[in-house]
């Protein structure tokens, strides 16, 4: 199974300690699925190996407004390039 988590950012903490703990768990799985993280912002741990930062894919503001369509489709690209297909989930925060 191929998985892509997206989430604001990977900053040390909270949501980001969730993901660290899910990818330790799934290790552990006869049949550990392929994972990306997309992120808004970039990762400076060590557990999470497969990761891409996507501009545009963080906290915003009414100044600064990402395109919704470009920020779908720089996810699906990013995904795609990772996993070598698209994924068969996506797991957004």
């Known amino acids: 199974m191929k998985i892509a ?3 604001y950012h990977l900053e040390p903490g909270g949501v980001t300690r969730v993901i660290e703990n899910t990818f330790d768990a799934f290790e552990k799985s006869p049949e550990t699925p392929h994972f990306v993280v997309l992120s808004g912002r970039p990762y400076f741990g ?4 497969d990761i891409a930062v996507i501009e545009g894919l ?8 990402t395109d919704p ?15 070598g297909t ?7 925060h």
Do not use: F, G, M
């Open 58 to 65: 963080d906290y915003s503001n009414p100044s600064q407004v």
């Open 86 to 92: 698209a994924p068969d989930l996506w797991h957004v």
């Open 5 to 7: 988590v997206v989430h």
């Open 46 to 49: 060590q557990k999470i190996k």
């Open 69 to 83: 369509t470009h920020l779908r489709e720089s996810l699906e690209k990013a995904a795609r390039e990772s996993l």
